[in-house]
Every structure is written in structure tokens, then in C-alpha cells.
């Protein structure tokens, strides 16, 4: 709107929400990208663009959201906070006349909607500028999306799914398995594509994305996990344990796998049962429990932070270290567990 009409973003919501006793407006666009109102902000907006509340939050669905720190009463205040989820920007083709200098298209991608499926694109977080990797040349990851948007659709606890198979893959990463010939061909194509070198790619969620969402299917049948219960009953956790990474093994392609994994174990028992997700989750299937018990994921087994930071993309040329750049090359776009924060203001992602 600031665009078209040439005014500063302050200045437009001054007029808008302005009266005899004004508006209290904290922050600026360049200290979060985000606007919040209060209730009675919210309505004098309504009231400016002639359209019932109600109306305008469906259209507009971040509007109706509360930020703690804003306060709720009758004077009408505004405020500028870092998004309170995380969000991507918008797909470059899809909303190119929208692009400008300064004037970015951010949205939130939601569980599965990182991907534009027309474009065929992996949606990046760029503040600045429209970020995104082509993936033409990654015919497996919109596979992978196109059934983790059903497994969204269909599964009550599909976030908490994925992000215990994120762990579970992850696991598998730090014992050793960086050097897969699936993955390193993977780490190649994706390098090509956005200009990253190899080490910087390989740390990236996009690397395992497949594998993840495979994973997930299996880990979310009830059907499986109640297939597993009965081996358990019948046979024992061993007999169980064999029988899901054998099925895991085929449904990633990894015939080979379950085989590894129990070399792993019986190499460092202690270890691989401290920090093993998918060990913990297999004992709690057996059990027969359920809802947010079976999904958890333990602090030892989850995704060190550093891999989860959402750094803009390439943001320039200059020489950088190796973290510096893999951190440029962030390529999750939002199903990955992370911290956010939800209560500060602070500076824009």
C-alpha cells in the first residue's frame, strides 16, 4: 500500500489509524517485519477499508494475531515485531509485479508449503530480495513434498512426524552416513543449482528431505504401528527393531540399511540408545502410547541449532568461512524444528 501511494509505511498508518487521540506506533519496518494491532487499531482499520472484521481477518488471516507485548486497551497502538512463525519469501514468478526494491512479498509457508508446486521451486528466507532454488534437477524433492502435503492433510500429528523423522535422519548423519553415494549425488545436483560448494550443501535439511518424508509415512501408519506392537508381544523389541529398519531400508532405497544401523549399535550401545530417536520411539510404540508421547523427540537426538539458523541466502560475494557459508545456504523452508522467538522485539530475520 506504502508503495503504490508513495508514503512511508509509518506515515500511511498514522493517517489510517489516526483521530483525536492518535496512534502509538512502536518500532519501524526495519526493526520487524511484521505489523501488529491491537483490537482497537484492528477495528478503525476496518473501518477505514469498509469491511466488517471479521471479513478482513479471512482475507488477511495475520491481521486478527496478538503479540504479548502489545498492549490491549482502548487507545489504538501499532507495532513492528519479528514475525511470530516462520515465514519464507514469497515464489518469485508467482508474485513477481509484487517485487520491490525494498518492498518484499514474505508469507508463512505453513507445514508443507515451502514448495511451489507450479514452479517447481524450494522457497527460501530472503528478506531483501526473492529467494528460491529450481528443482528441475530434483525430481525426488517435489515427490517428497507432494506426499508430505498429503501426509499434512491427513495425519493429526503430521508437524510433530516430520520433525521426529528430521531427527531420526539426522541421527543417522552424525554416525557416519555423510558419505552416502545417494546423498553426495544429491549434495552435487543441489550445489550446481544454487552455487553453494558441496561442504556448504551438506548440513542443509533439503540434502535429506526425501529420506525424511519417507521415514515419516512409515512412522505415522497405525497400521505399521500396530504391526509392531504385535512383533513386540510376540517376538521382542529385537525381533520389532529389525523388522521397521528393514522396512525403512526399502522405502528409502537403502537395502543395506538396517544392517549399518545395528553394526552402530552394537559398536557403541550406551551411545546409540542415548541419542538413537528412533530407538526411544520404537520402546513408546510398543507400549501402545500415543498423541504428543509418541512423538517426542529427545534434546540429545534433535538437530543442533547451528543447523537450523534461518540466515538469508547468498546474500553476497564476499569470501566467508565455511559456517558462514553453509549458514548463507539455510535451505529449510519452515517444517524443520527450530526456536523462534516469539516474544521480542528484535531486528528481522
Avoid at 78 to 83: D, E, F, G, S, T
Avoid at 101 to 128: D, I, K, M, N, S
Avoid at 209 to 217: D, K, L, M, Q, S
Avoid at 245 to 266: K, Q, Y
Amino acid at each position: 500500500m506504502t508503495a503504490w501511494f508513495g508514503l512511508p509505511a509509518q506515515d500511511l498508518l498514522r493517517g489510517i489509524l489516526g483521530g483525536p487521540h492518535g496512534v502509538q506506533v512502536t518500532g519501524t519496518p526495519a526493526t520487524g517485519l511484521e505489523l501488529f494491532l491491537n483490537p482497537s487499531a484492528q477495528a478503525k482499520l476496518a473501518h477505514f477499508a469498509g469491511l466488517p472484521l471479521p471479513r478482513l481477518t479471512t482475507m488477511l488471516p495475520s491481521l486478527a494475531a496478538h503479540h504479548s507485548r502489545l498492549v490491549d486497551d482502548e487507545a489504538r497502538r501499532a507495532a513492528w515485531y519479528a514475525p511470530c512463525e516462520a515465514w519464507v519469501g514469497a515464489c518469485p514468478p508467482c508474485t513477481g509485479r509484487a517485487w520491490r526494491h525494498g518492498q518484499t512479498v514474505l508469507v508463512y509457508p505453513g507445514a508443507a508449503g515451502h514448495v511451489c508446486r507450479r514452479h517447481g521451486r524450494w522457497l527460501l528466507a530472503h528478506a531483501e530480495r526473492p529467494a528460491s532454488i529450481a528443482l528441475e534437477t530434483l525430481p525426488e524433492v517435489l515427490t517428497a513434498h507432494r506426499r508430505h502435503a498429503a501426509l499434512v492433510r491427513t495425519h493429526p500429528w503430521a508437524g510433530q512426524v516430520v520433525a521426529l523423522a528430521a531427527a531420526v535422519v539426522w541421527s543417522w548423519q552424525v554416525q557416519g552416513w555423510r558419505s552416502e553415494t545417494v546423498w553426495q549425488d544429491r549434495v552435487r545436483r543441489l550445489a550446481a543449482v544454487t552455487g553453494c560448494t558441496p561442504a556448504a550443501v551438506v548440513p542443509h535439511a533439503l540434502l535429506t528431505y526425501p529420506e525424511t518424508i519417507a521415514v515419516a509415512r512409515l512412522l505415522g501408519d497405525s497400521r505399521w504401528q500396530q504391526r509392531l506392537r504385535a512383533t513386540t508381544a510376540a517376538a521382542g523389541t529385537a525381533a520389532a527393531a529389525t523388522m521397521l529398519l528393514g522396512e525403512i531400508g526399502r522405502r528409502v532405497g537403502r537395502p543395506w540399511l538396517a544392517d549399518w544401523l545395528a553394526a552402530c549399535a552394537r559398536i557403541g550401545p550406551r551411545e546409540a540408545a542415548r541419542t538413537d530417536p528412533l530407538q526411544r520411539w520404537l520402546l513408546t510404540a510398543a507400549d501402545g502410547a500415543g498423541g504428543d508421547v509418541l512423538w517426542t523427540v529427545h534434546q540429545a537426538a534433535a538437530r543442533p541449532a547451528e543447523y537450523s539458523d534461518r540466515a538469508s541466502f547468498l546474500t553476497d560475494r564476499r569470501p566467508r568461512t565455511l559456517v558462514e557459508e553453509a549458514r548463507s545456504a539455510f535451505l529449510t523452508g519452515g517444517w524443520e524444528p527450530m526456536s523462534w522467538p516469539r516474544t521480542s522485539e528484535a531486528p528481522h530475520p
